[in-house]
């Protein structure tokens, strides 16, 4: 879930926070909500399954549906790939470091650390490096102190319309819907072959409440949780910290946002913001390429030895992308494209609410009446501020 708690959630973070002070805590403790009634859908897919959004779609609805369903797929891994890649472009301007080089180069880094599958020494490097900006942000919270703002603040203006479309696509991302899925589907099976006796299944080879069942849903539904609600309260502290900056007309520099650190780096506060945007965009890179390659594979029912060639072809438009566009309008980019999250969301968060509360899919796991309602709330809820600020 930190992967959640990407490049762009940061940056979306840090400029509320320089625009709004603490005003919009109490939405971000709302958002807490659809992430995790969202997420927890998905992961209930998976274990109920034992397959991935993908393959459920393909195996259940039409080819041409399949088909259809992997058009937002492709366009959610290009925006999400963009939006880390410019991360990474800002990480890098902090230490003056021309992109045009180092850019294709952490391209290539990212092609061969998921094509030759180094995720676990990869995960714990970035992990360390994205632990750095978090423990830096709360020390210095702590240094600065909490301020008399009010969290609560709320004026139909057109910043602040688009600030909460911001923060909605920030941590509510379409591609951590089809990793959700895949990798807790990918978890039961382990965990069945492991210890075959410990499942019950009926006379129609679905799982009925089994002690492995009943427990992996359980452990599911806290770590979602837990993941939605330090996501959420990360991107407090980020909004926190970056109070103090004052940006000179509506939105922050770079150089601004980096100075929000100050208070515990002094000088060095840019080169700590800039490693820890780095690493936190690339770690992001590594799920997003599982969870984006993973579902596009599924619903075409290609084989998983493809892979290397969906990572290589979503991601390079991206790298150029990032390369092209002025540094000037980095920041901009990166929150005109969470804002397009939001919108991006509504095809496979329609699909999955209806796969979810399909009894022939689902068996008994299907999505109760009053999960209905939240589900459907929280969807209608995060397209509702998507619209909000484009008009």
Known sequence: MIADMDAGSTIGAAETGAIFKYGMIWFMLLLIIPLYTVQETSGRIGLATRMGLGEVIRRNYSHRIAILTTMPMVLTDVITY????????????????????????????????????????TESILLLISALLIIAFLGALIVRGIRPYSPVYFVPSTNFLFMLAVNVGAVIMPFMLF????????????????????????????????????????????????????????????????????????????PQ?????????????????????????????????????????????????????????????????????PESSLINSVLYLLVLFVFVLIGPGTLM??????????????????????????LLFVLVFGVLAVI
């Open 179 to 254: 990793f959700q899925a895949s990798a807790t589907a990918e978890k039961i099976t382990q965990l069945e072959e492991k210890y075959p006796q410990a499942s019950l299944r009926d006379e129609f080879g679905k799982n009925s409440y089994g002690s492995l069942y009943s427990t992996a849903i359980k452990f599911m539904r806290v770590e979602t949780l837990i993941g939605a609600i330090v996501t959420e309260m990360l991107m407090i502290v980020v909004e926190m910290v970056m109070s103090g900056v004052n940006p000179g007309m509506n939105f922050a520099s770079i």
């Open 82 to 121: 963009i939006i880390e890649y410019l991360g990474i472009a800002i990480g890098l301007s902090l230490f003056g470091i021309p992109i045009l080089f180092t850019l294709p180069l952490f391209y290539l880094i990212h092609i061969l650390v998921v094509i030759h599958g180094k995720y676990r020494l």
């Open 257 to 325: 946002l980096a100075g929000g650190l100050s208070a515990i780096a002094g000088a060095y506060s840019p080169y700590l913001f800039g490693i820890g945007l780095v690493g936190a965009a690339f770690l992001a890179l590594v799920v997003i390429s599982m969870g984006s390659a993973w579902g596009f594979m599924e619903a075409l029912g290609i084989r998983r030895g493809k892979s290397p060639i969906i990572y290589i072809t979503e991601s390079f438009p991206a790298v150029i992308i990032a390369l092209i566009l």
């Open 353 to 378: 609410g209806l796969i979810a509360r399909n009894r022939s899919i689902m068996g008994q796991h299907f999505t109760s009446r009053k999960g209905e309602v939240a589900y459907w709330g929280s």
